[in-house]
């Protein structure tokens, strides 16, 4: 079965809880069945009219014990349960994120289409059901099975194997038989339900060119017809299960007789009391209780079949690059770091890249930034500026020539590469926790003076300040009072306080008007002043200060120079240029 | 609820028929337990097997009975659910399309479809649940406890005094638990999304170098989260504690109180037997009412949500005015007067009182600071916004808005993520005219600048793109776009700001292919990308919501006025 990996460690690790969860799943049927059970044999033995009163004093303290016992038992499991449950989810969770982390820098790239993270997280906690719904309830059942058997069995084998066989129709055979019954259909009607999913997510996002195109209403009647035909095999599932669980109680309704049958044989015989005749006709329907769900439970089984595919593919990663490339621990000496983390002079020569064996991302590309140099890339999508990056990230290892950070191998420094390069993204993250929070995020040992100095510099301070509480606003309440503009300042403020030797610069401007780019880009070429600044950029606006600029194609340098170099020699870049900034006068 | 039930369309019907069932089936119960406790009772007595072959049977057809007309009541009530749920699908779908995508992006695709495709599904869930309940609470207790009355008055008020004393609880419970959960909501939901949070921030955690460390944190976070849910929950579950309990121990009552009477010998067996029967059948509908608590719960809050979208009912617009053939020519004109739209009524007006004057094949400039209202005036002329105030002449017809169907078949809207549907390019390209020939769509393709795309990919036309498919870049996905306003060729194109988020030489390339689509059309295009206005016929200025400025670049670069401040700040040296 796939994802078993997911399900199968958890036993072990945590066997003693799911033990008390079986035992006290038990004892709460146990229970149920025992207050018929007793009570039966209560009014049975008084209607004998004992003599005496304490005849039936046993009995009548059962029938209060066991009518207490069963509510208490169920609480107590079902909290041990769930807090069982959440203690995998916890290990669950922390397994997922050791899987991804290493992958970090690829999961955009990897995952190209959709929120697959928030989809893995989700898959994550419906696994929980799976215990919950399926999996407890069967082993319950499974032991329940085994204790009536052998209850039985004291009193009579043949009646036990005949019982027996009942039971095994109502938890192995028709729950397995109807899984298989009902598996295809159940696999077109998931298959069905993702369509439509699609289908509509494509509808509302695209409800501007359907509305334009004038098709609306055609395209609703057409959803409708589609939702009808899911419509169609879901009918068929819940008519089947209605008409299974009607044929289970059925099944229960002969255990009643035949238990009747069995009591009066043995009576006649001698070989029972009197006063069971009642009480094993009584505890026929809470015992049932335990078995009925069991075909429901099962039939849950394929909903996780997705989740588990995309769990187990995780694990097995298909990208050679991913399991290959992924950042490692450091081998540098410490002093190598901490020197690169003052001063980094980085150089790439003759650098090529490429994935698997298709034409070169990168090619044989020569660039030297010494401490302070300020470099601009500029090319279209898939020219290799992001290939670029990542090799000088020491994310990629590069497959031929070199990428060294103070003549020392970039993909040496492994983990310790934030120290050295910072990264201003085109989207960074803001997190659900506190505004100052989130500046900290580039060092956690800064005070709150550092904070509000950062948050200074980039000009963030006094919107802060207004805030509701102040640096302690939780950034969610801050809702959309960030633009785009101020969520990269909040980026820059962090990156402030990394206080990294060098910065890259992942098209931060991009989606952002003209003004707002501007001022955002003059406050990071103020703040950065000193710092090595590797800046992909989309537009040319302050393309001025850059110390060069280089125009990449098809993973080559095609264009490259200062900006008065470049406005000299190409008509080209002369052309972009004037058209990112119309002049006044024109024509 | 049962007020909003009846007003479904054909529930009256269905409650009545469930109604009928629901009786046919106590009476069964009632049955069943009279007959089963005979028969154990003449057993008892010394009775052989044959002697009792005639109650075992009617026990058995009871039994039969009882669960067929459980079985038609769900059968009845999943058809009903089905079909109110599919029409009020419908309703939703309708509404989405009436409401437009502004309304789509501030409520969230996400939000949406989970709403049409689970909400509906949970309201169905909900329907099918609520009407046999409710019926069955109704019903089935009261009957029950009047057999068991005329049986044995004790054990009746021993029943009758549990249920008031048991919802009580349940109340009582249920209130703690609320307050429990609103004091702990806002940290407990910080709580519960900290690991999405933290998936969907890895990256950024990698470059800040904090990755690594953040494992710790997720475990405790994690482990913090257990100790809240915990908390929780051991209040929550103790609703359904107190329903076992009390029923467990009412039960219990009764099976004492009968035997110390049968000591007595006041009672017969018979009678002991089909009380104990039947006093577990008396609180089977409000347990599974209590099991179905969550069920229900989710059913309607997801109406409510439904009903809160479908309730917003939108001004009648006045399309009728203009004839179906009606198309925009060289000679046409419309005229916008007093145009102001506002998105609530605390908000500021996005758009206040706007005159502007479209004539024949014009190419409009629309520029301003963001939030000054380019995208907005872009989606009026869209038909995607009503306006609040104002009114639209088109050639002597009098509009209130241009939501109608005559005049958006007149435009093409290209925006600065034009959608890309999951199937072909070439599927794509004809989305606005489904018919078209294959030659048409190629000569769109070539001159939307697709061609050299469609000879790299392997299935060249009928290459799958969209969710699930080849992902596009922002330029192919802009001439994905122009190959259908190409091959549509409607004579109104409007864009809002289409390239700039592309880098510089793919902006170059796209505006050279885009020039000649404009040729000969109505063209509306909003930017702050100013190299634009240059070949625009008239420029719009827009600020804070209204028109500042209108004229050709050259007039208002000598006015010096808004348009020339835009193009001075582009103009500095950083």
């Given at each position: 079965?796939?994802?078993?990996?997911?399900?199968?460690?958890?036993?072990?690790?945590?066997?003693?809880?799911?033990?008390?969860?079986?035992?006290?799943?038990?004892?709460?049927?146990?229970?149920?069945?025992?207050?018929?059970?007793?009570?039966?044999?209560?009014?049975?033995?008084?209607?004998?009219?004992?003599?005496?009163?304490?005849?039936?004093?046993?009995?009548?303290?059962?029938?209060?014990?066991?009518?207490?016992?069963?509510?208490?038992?169920?609480?107590?499991?079902?909290?041990?349960?769930?807090?069982?449950?959440?203690?995998?989810?916890?290990?669950?969770?922390?397994?997922?994120?050791?899987?991804?982390?290493?992958?970090?820098?690829?999961?955009?790239?990897?995952?190209?289409?959709?929120?697959?993270?928030?989809?893995?997280?989700?898959?994550?906690?419906?696994?929980?059901?799976?215990?919950?719904?399926?999996?407890?309830?069967?082993?319950?059942?499974?032991?329940?099975?085994?204790?009536?058997?052998?209850?039985?069995?004291?009193?009579?084998?043949?009646?036990?194997?005949?019982?027996?066989?009942?039971?095994?129709?109502?938890?192995?055979?028709?729950?397995?038989?109807?899984?298989?019954?009902?598996?295809?259909?159940?696999?077109?009607?998931?298959?069905e339900k993702n369509r439509l999913y699609q289908k509509l997510t494509d509808a509302v996002m695209g409800l501007g060119d359907w509305m334009i195109s004038g098709r609306a209403s055609q395209f609703i009647s057409s959803y409708q017809l589609d939702e009808e035909n899911a419509t169609v095999l879901e009918s068929w599932l819940t008519r089947f299960g209605r008409w299974r669980m009607f044929?289970?109680?059925?099944?229960?309704?002969?255990?009643?007789?035949?238990?009747?049958?069995?009591?009066?044989?043995?009576?006649?015989?001698?070989?029972?009391?009197?006063?069971?005749?009642?009480?094993?006709?009584?505890?026929?329907?809470?015992?049932?209780?335990?078995?009925?769900?069991?075909?429901?439970?099962?039939?849950?089984?394929?909903?996780?079949?997705?989740?588990?595919?995309?769990?187990?593919?995780?694990?097995?990663?298909?990208?050679?690059?991913?399991?290959?490339?992924?950042?490692?621990?450091?081998?540098?000496?410490?002093?190598?770091?901490?020197?690169?983390?003052?001063?980094?002079?980085?150089?790439?020569?003759?650098v090529s890249f490429q994935y698997d064996s298709k034409e070169h991302a990168v090619l044989d590309i020569n660039l030297e930034l010494p401490q302070g140099k300020k470099v601009a890339i500029i090319g279209r999508s898939g020219a290799g500026k992001s290939t670029l990056l990542k090799l000088i990230q020491g994310a990629y290892t590069p497959t031929d020539g070199h990428v060294k950070i103070n003549g020392v191998d970039a993909k040496l420094y492994g983990e310790e590469i934030p120290s050295v390069i910072g990264v201003l993204q085109q989207s960074p993250y803001l997190f659900d926790t506190t505004v100052a929070n989130n500046i900290r995020l580039g060092n956690p040992n800064a005070s709150d003076d550092e904070i509000q100095a950062a948050a200074r510099q980039v000009k963030l301070s006094a919107m802060i300040e207004a805030l509701p509480n102040g640096y302690k606003t939780p950034m969610h309440e801050t809702g959309e009072r960030f633009s785009g503009g101020e969520r990269q300042r909040i980026a820059l403020a962090r990156i402030l306080l990394q206080n990294t030797p060098v910065v890259m610069l992942d098209e931060p401007t991009v989606g952002l008007d003209?003004?707002?780019?501007?001022?955002?880009?003059?406050?990071?070429?103020?703040?950065?002043?000193?710092?090595?600044?590797?800046?992909?950029?989309?537009?040319?606006?302050?393309?001025?200060?850059?110390?060069?600029?280089?125009?990449?194609?098809?993973?080559?340098?095609?264009?490259?120079?200062?900006?008065?170099?470049?406005?000299?020699?190409?008509?080209?870049?002369r052309q972009l240029y004037l058209m990112d900034a119309p002049c006044l006068e024109s024509e | 609820m049962s007020k909003s039930l009846l007003g479904y369309k054909g529930s009256k019907p269905v409650l009545a028929s469930v109604a009928v069932l629901t009786l046919i089936q106590t009476i069964s119960i009632i049955l069943q337990a009279k007959w089963l406790a005979e028969s154990i009772s003449a057993l008892f007595a010394g009775h052989s097997l044959e002697q009792i072959t005639t109650p075992v049977i009617l026990f058995l057809f009871a039994f039969l009975i009882r669960i067929l007309s459980g079985l038609f009541q769900q059968k009845i009530a999943y058809r009903f659910a089905e079909t109110t749920s599919a029409a009020i699908r419908g309703q939703l779908m309708e509404q989405l399309f009436n409401l437009?995508?502004?309304?789509?992006?501030?409520?969230?695709?996400?939000?949406?479809?989970?709403?049409?495709?689970?909400?509906?599904?949970?309201?169905?869930?909900?329907?099918?649940?609520?009407?046999?309940?409710?019926?069955?609470?109704?019903?089935?207790?009261?009957?029950?406890?009047?057999?068991?009355?005329?049986?044995?008055?004790?054990?009746?008020?021993?029943?009758l005094i549990t249920m008031p004393i048991l919802i009580a609880f349940m109340i009582l419970i249920g209130y703690a638990a609320r307050k429990q959960t609103e004091k702990q909501w806002h940290s407990y939901r910080i709580l519960s999304n900290h690991f999405v949070d933290s998936l969907r921030g890895l990256e950024t955690l990698k470059v800040l170098g904090r990755s690594k460390s953040h494992v710790k944190t997720i475990e405790d976070v994690s482990d913090r989260y257990r100790r809240a849910t915990m908390k929780t929950l051991r209040v929550a579950f103790l609703s359904s504690f107190a329903l076992d309990f009390f029923t467990m121990l009412s039960v219990a009552s009764v099976a004492v109180s009968l035997g110390l009477r049968l000591i007595e010998g006041d009672m017969t067996l018979l009678t002991g037997l089909t009380v104990l029967i039947l006093a577990p059948e008396y609180f089977l509908p409000i347990r599974m009412v209590g099991a179905d608590y969550h069920a229900t719960l989710n059913g309607k809050e997801a109406g409510a949500a439904i009903d809160k979208i479908i309730g917003t009912k939108p001004d009648q617009d006045n399309c009728s005015e203009l004839s179906e053939s009606y198309s925009w020519t060289g000679n046409s004109e419309l005229m916008i007067q007093k145009l102001r739209v506002q998105h609530d009524q605390a908000s500021k007006a996005s758009l206040d009182q706007i005159n502007l004057c479209l004539t024949g094949n014009k190419k409009v400039g629309i520029v301003g600071e963001s939030g000054a209202g380019k995208s907005t005036l872009i989606d009026v002329l869209a038909g995607f916004l009503r306006p609040v105030d104002g009114e639209f002449i088109l050639e002597g017809h009098m509009l209130?808005?241009?939501?109608?169907?005559?005049?958006?078949?007149?435009?093409?809207?290209?925006?600065?993520?034009?959608?890309?549907?999951?199937?072909?390019?070439?599927?794509?390209?004809?989305?606005?005219?489904?018919?078209?020939?294959?030659?048409?769509?190629?000569?769109?393709?070539?001159?939307?600048?697709?061609?050299?795309?469609?000879?790299?990919?392997?299935?060249?036309?009928?290459?799958r793109i969209g969710n699930g498919g080849r992902p596009l870049s922002g330029g192919q996905e802009q001439r994905v776009a122009l190959a259908r306003a190409f091959l549509s060729n409607r004579p109104i194109i409007l864009l809002d700001e289409p390239t700039a988020h592309l880098d510089i030489e793919t902006e170059y390339e796209l505006k050279k292919t885009m020039l000649p689509l404009f040729e000969g059309k109505l063209v509306c295009l909003a930017t702050h990308r100013l190299h634009w206005m240059l070949e625009m016929d008239v420029i719009v200025v827009l600020d804070q919501g209204k028109v500042v400025e209108v004229g050709t670049h050259q007039e208002l670069v000598a006015k010096q006025g808004f348009y020339y401040e835009l193009l001075a700040t582009q103009q500095e040296v950083l």
């Open positions: 079965m796939r994802g078993k990996e997911w399900i199968r460690p958890y036993f072990h690790q945590h066997l003693r809880s799911f033990l008390l969860i079986i035992f006290l799943g038990a004892c709460t049927i146990l229970s149920a069945s025992a207050l018929m059970f007793t009570s039966g044999d209560l009014i049975s033995k008084s209607a004998l009219r004992p003599e005496n009163i304490l005849m039936v004093y046993i009995p009548v303290v059962l029938v209060r014990t066991f009518g207490t016992s069963r509510a208490v038992f169920s609480y107590v499991e079902r909290l041990v349960a769930h807090n069982t449950i959440l203690h995998v989810l916890s290990n669950m969770r922390g397994r997922l994120y050791k899987i991804l982390e290493p992958q970090a820098l690829f999961v955009r790239s990897r995952f190209q289409t959709g929120d697959v993270l928030g989809v893995l997280a989700d898959d994550i906690e419906q696994l929980q059901n799976i215990y919950i719904r399926t999996i407890f309830p069967s082993i319950i059942a499974l032991f329940m099975f085994v204790l009536t058997v052998i209850a039985l069995g004291w009193f009579d084998l043949w009646f036990a194997l005949y019982i027996g066989l009942f039971l095994i129709m109502l938890i192995v055979i028709i729950p397995i038989g109807s899984l298989w019954m009902t598996k295809a259909k159940q696999a077109e009607l998931k298959q044929f289970m109680q059925m099944i229960v309704a002969f255990v009643v007789v035949a238990s009747l049958v069995w009591t009066a044989g043995e009576y006649a015989t001698g070989q029972l009391s009197v006063t069971l005749i009642a009480a094993f006709a009584l505890v026929v329907f809470p015992l049932m209780d335990a078995f009925l769900p069991i075909s429901d439970a099962l039939e849950k089984l394929p909903r996780y079949e997705d989740s588990f595919a995309r769990l187990d593919a995780l694990d097995n990663p298909l990208d050679k690059q991913v399991s290959e490339q992924g950042a490692l621990p450091t081998k540098l000496e410490n002093e190598v770091v901490a020197k690169a983390h003052e001063k980094a002079n980085l150089s790439l020569e003759h003209a003004r707002t780019e501007r001022n955002l880009l003059r406050t990071i070429f103020d703040t950065l002043q000193d710092k090595t600044l590797i800046w992909v950029t989309h537009h040319l606006v302050g393309a001025e200060r850059m110390d060069e600029i280089i125009f990449m194609e098809h993973g080559k340098i095609v264009m490259r120079g200062t900006h008065a170099e470049l406005m000299e020699k190409y008509p080209r870049y | 437009g995508p502004r309304f789509a992006r501030i409520e969230g695709t996400g939000n949406l479809v989970t709403l049409v495709r689970e909400g509906i599904g949970q309201f169905r869930t909900y329907l099918e649940i609520i009407i046999p309940r409710m019926i069955a609470t109704g019903i089935t207790p009261w009957l029950v406890l009047l057999f068991i009355f005329t049986q044995d008055v004790l054990s009746g008020l021993i029943l209130n808005s241009l939501t109608c169907e005559t005049w958006q078949k007149q435009t093409t809207y290209i925006p600065q993520h034009p959608y890309i549907f999951a199937g072909s390019l070439a599927e794509n390209i004809r989305f606005y005219t489904p018919g078209a020939s294959d030659e048409d769509v190629e000569n769109a393709v070539e001159a939307a600048g697709l061609s050299p795309l469609v000879a790299k990919l392997p299935n060249g036309l009928h290459e």
